[in-house]
């Protein structure tokens, strides 16, 4: 196994549901947790592309009363028959110096299901390219949803990862990329963008050349 593998041991996967009848946006939003699972647990919503080294997509199961689980959801509200998507999707990747690591990528719009799967997968795609990773395989989900009249509705995606908070500070991490970093002896210090003090007043003086006196 190269420097900065590990072996795959966090798993998720991906997970839609909708809810068009929910009173207001708020029971919308519940009702769709409960169909997509989540219900029962404990939810941590999370943000940013990176998702742990030892990422390994895996079929759905069951979820424990009251688990903590790391979630990477899109939600997409409509009312009274109006429509949304929302969307998910990973990718398993390899960096330029052949480190394994994966990314993930949400969606929210009004648009239709097909729009919105080609704007994913254009995120998703970005994402990669902003990071020069080499895709290996990866996934996506999408879902939509029509308002029931005069409810709210919801749609939503999510990738679930139910054991990554089990790590803890035990979870591997990779190198530092060269190229994604600023070197330290290149950063501008504090003191290089600092503005000049003010020159020091007594209590009760005057600044020369002004009538104003601001000192307390």
């Given at each position: 196994m190269k420097p900065g593998r590990v072996r795959k041991s966090c798993q998720g996967w991906l997970m839609t549901a909708?809810?068009?009848?929910?009173?207001?946006a708020e029971d919308a939003y519940d009702q769709g947790l409960v169909e997509m699972g989540l219900g029962d647990t404990r939810l941590i919503e999370v943000k940013g592309a990176m998702l742990p080294l030892n990422f390994e997509a895996t079929p759905p199961r069951p979820l424990p009363l009251g688990s903590l689980v790391e979630c990477h959801i899109a939600t997409s509200y409509a009312y009274?028959?109006?429509?949304?998507?929302?969307?998910?999707?990973?990718?398993?990747?390899?960096?330029?110096?052949?480190?394994?690591c994966a990314v993930v990528a949400t969606i929210s719009t009004e648009l239709d299901y097909e729009e919105t799967s080609l704007l994913l997968r254009r995120n998703l795609q970005r994402r990669l390219a902003s990071r020069d990773l080499e895709v290996i395989s990866f996934d996506v989900a999408v879902d939509e949803v029509t308002a029931g009249a005069d409810h709210h509705g919801v749609a939503m995606a999510a990738l679930i990862l139910p054991n990554s908070l089990n790590f803890g500070g035990k979870m591997s991490t990779g190198p530092i990329r060269g190229g994604l970093s600023v070197p330290v002896d290149s950063q501008q210090k504090r003191v290089d963008v600092k503005a000049p003090a003010a020159p020091a007043m007594r209590p009760g003086s005057r600044r020369s050349g002004g009538n104003s006196d601001f000192s307390l």
């Open positions: 909708v809810a068009p009848w929910g009173e207001n009274s028959g109006g429509s949304a998507c929302a969307g998910a999707a990973w990718a398993s990747c390899v960096t330029p110096e052949g480190d394994e």
